[in-house]
């Protein structure tokens, strides 16, 4: 299995990014797929994870600001954050389970004016 983040960049407070993961090999549409988060100094967070079904959770910092989906063709979940704050900045990775955890090697999301 591999996973490939995309879409991190620089950002005004306030803003909106899109994440993309696009995920290959042995995974399928029903496969859970989550987003985490790891902050300079800071133990890596979940930040929302959706399964096969289409059924989402999200932390509490970010409920209501971020939206999870995927695209079962692709093979592609996405992230998109809007009203994106300072203390969103973080190294953002795609994971999932298929007898073993898989990372991608993330994307960089910086959030500053």
């Known amino acids: 299995v591999q996973l490939v983040e995309s879409g991190g960049g620089l950002v005004q407070p306030g803003g909106s990014l899109r994440l993309s993961c696009v995920a290959s090999?042995?995974?399928?549409?029903?496969?859970?797929m989550s987003w985490y988060r790891q902050a300079p100094g800071n133990e890596r967070e979940l930040v929302a994870r959706?399964?096969?079904?289409?059924?989402?959770i999200y932390a509490d910092s970010v409920r209501g600001r971020f939206t999870i989906s995927r695209d079962y063709a692709k093979k592609t979940v996405y992230l998109q954050m809007n009203s994106l704050r300072p203390d969103d900045t973080a190294v953002y990775y795609c994971?999932?389970?298929?007898?073993?955890?898989?990372w991608g090697p993330g994307t960089l999301v910086t959030v500053s004016s």
């Open positions: 959706i399964t096969g079904a289409g059924s989402a």
């Open positions: 994971n999932t389970n298929v007898g073993r955890s898989y």
């Open positions: 090999g042995s995974i399928t549409s029903l496969n859970t």
